[in-house]
């Protein structure tokens, strides 16, 4: 086998290595190949389906757990496939967001949103008014 020196940038750009072909054992040997990025990790998030009172899952009614592209937490309520909450913890606290459209669109979604917010639907108003909870675009 021959020896080539490349720099590990230009290592796997076909334009500028066009018969380029190299084996399994030729990347877990090249040291410059092992260490380079494959591709950005993608985050680790927890989906599990909403429980409800009398402890049974509910179908299509999900909480996703993660954390943001800043390393934040976040929990958010899904309902079917409509994002309808979401908090997020930072260095100050707690932020509510809820999805301008869909945070009140039905009564299963309000009665799922008020078991993931633990408030009623006038709560929930009150602090959306006030500017606590703030409406955006989710979806």
Same mark, same amino acid.
């Given at each position: &086998? =021959?020896?080539? /020196?490349v720099n590990? *940038?230009? +290592? +796997?750009d076909?334009?500028k290595?066009p018969?380029?072909?190299?084996s399994?054992?030729?990347?877990l #040997?090249?040291?410059?190949? =092992?260490? &380079?990025?494959?591709?950005?990790?993608?985050?680790?998030?927890?989906? =599990?389906? &909403?429980?409800?009172?009398? !402890?049974?899952?509910v179908?299509?009614?999900f909480i996703i757990? $993660?954390k943001?592209?800043? !390393?934040y937490?976040?929990?958010?309520?899904?309902?079917?496939t409509?994002?309808? *909450? =979401?908090?997020?913890?930072d #260095?100050? $606290?707690?932020l509510v967001? +809820?999805d301008?459209t869909?945070w009140?669109?039905s009564k299963?979604t !309000?009665?799922?949103? #008020? +078991?993931f917010l $633990?408030?009623?639907? /006038?709560?929930?108003?009150?602090?959306?008014?006030? !500017?606590?909870?703030i409406?955006?675009?989710l979806?």
């Amino acid at each position: &086998m =021959r020896a080539f /020196a490349v720099n590990s *940038v230009d +290592l +796997l750009d076909k334009s500028k290595n066009p018969n380029l072909s190299l084996s399994v054992k030729d990347v877990l #040997n090249n040291p410059k190949i =092992r260490k &380079m990025p494959i591709a950005p990790r993608t985050p680790k998030v927890q989906v =599990r389906n &909403m429980t409800s009172n009398s !402890g049974n899952e509910v179908a299509n009614q999900f909480i996703i757990k $993660g954390k943001d592209e800043q !390393g934040y937490e976040f929990e958010l309520f899904q309902s079917y496939t409509s994002s309808i *909450v =979401r908090k997020t913890w930072d #260095n100050q $606290g707690v932020l509510v967001e +809820l999805d301008r459209t869909f945070w009140d669109y039905s009564k299963t979604t !309000g009665k799922y949103r #008020n +078991l993931f917010l $633990g408030e009623t639907k /006038a709560e929930t108003q009150k602090k959306i008014d006030s !500017g606590k909870y703030i409406l955006t675009d989710l979806n």
